[in-house]
């Protein structure tokens, strides 16, 4: 069958507006999580140059919010298949707006890392919740686009992130810049609580047990394990591509910081785009491996320009965040469409798990190879892990349903 053919759940139930509007509430619930997930690691160059401590060390603190995600994905997309997706945004979103607080008041580092922990924790609330009422609320045929625009609420955040937070704690300190996430995460879940209906799902006879796509056939492991290599590249640029301007090209914070936002800008319009380019081919698998076709190449040429100190490696930058996070909009929405309604929330939950497992040790790991080897040869040897992925994605099973 064709991704136009899919089984789904009716969506007429629901104005076009309102449909709109809860992608929008999807959207900016994504956009807070990513701010506090991702937001500390441009809490790196104050943590490294002010508080003394190793990029080994900095990048733990970074990943403590990663390691919170990590371990309760699955949970929250458990509950999300079992309460729904209004309820798990709701109660996800005040717990990171509770946790927030908490970091944001603390001076200790111990108790930074466990509330940055726990931040992420509740925020991981949203990427099962707020994915689920998009690919529950539009049809097939506009899946693409949708999840495209929602997807892009990760590197909007993270730009966020990047032109708010390096530049208050660079100002005010660490303390004041954790107030920008925990405002966001706030205002995310009011409008939450004004505008989204958890989406219609089919009938399902009571005692009749739904059959577990994982035993089916190994689409939704490979697709999971492309993902995983391909948010390695990823959460390296993210993670050190403010301080390599900082530490190896002389940027101020402000000015590196208003870089990476542009680059995040970029890279969630490059999602839309993607997203877009899928509903036109028919296929969410073909975009994503030419996406990490692209991803290898612009890694490669990062790493080469960085060492040679060529001016270009600036502008390779921006290029290599727009591409290496084009593909999560593409694996997430066929994570979902094969899962179906009573598996997506699990098979999305496993799906950010896997990624944030590698995304959680790509900071301090990095950050060893940045001192051994320097950011050329990191850059360089991200490159390898898109290259793996390309063929390992499961495109001939896709047109198998054809």
Known sequence: MSLRQLPTAPVRTVSTARRWSMLAASTLAQAAAAVMIHGPAFLIPTLHEREGLSLAEAGLVAAAPTIGVML???????????RGERFVMLTGLGATTLAGIASALTESLPLLVVTLFLAGAAAASTNAASGRVVVGWFPPQRRGLAMGIRQMAQPIGVGVAAISIA???DGHGIQAALWVPTVACALAALLAAAVVIDPPRPERTAGTPVANPYRQDSFLARIHGVSVLLVVPQFLVWSFALVWLVQERGWSPAAAGSLVAVAQVAGALGRIAVGQLSDMVGSRLRPLRWVALAATVTMALLGLTAALDLAVAVLLVVVATLVTV?????????????????????????????????????????????????????????????????????????????
Do not use: C, H, K, M
């Open 72 to 82: 309760t994905l699955v949970a929250w997309g458990w509950v999300t298949d079992r």
């Open 326 to 402: 084009a593909d999560n909009g593409l694996a997430f929405t066929a994570v979902a469409e094969r899962a179906g309604p009573f598996w997506s929330g699990r098979a999305l939950g496993a799906q950010n798990t896997a990624q944030f497992l590698a995304g959680s040790a790509v900071p301090p790991l990095a950050g060893l190879a940045i001192g051994e080897l320097g950011y050329a040869a990191a850059f360089a040897l991200g490159a390898l892990f898109p290259l793996v992925a390309a063929p390992l994605v499961p495109v001939r099973e896709e047109r198998a349903l054809s």
């Open 167 to 169: 530049v208050v704690a």
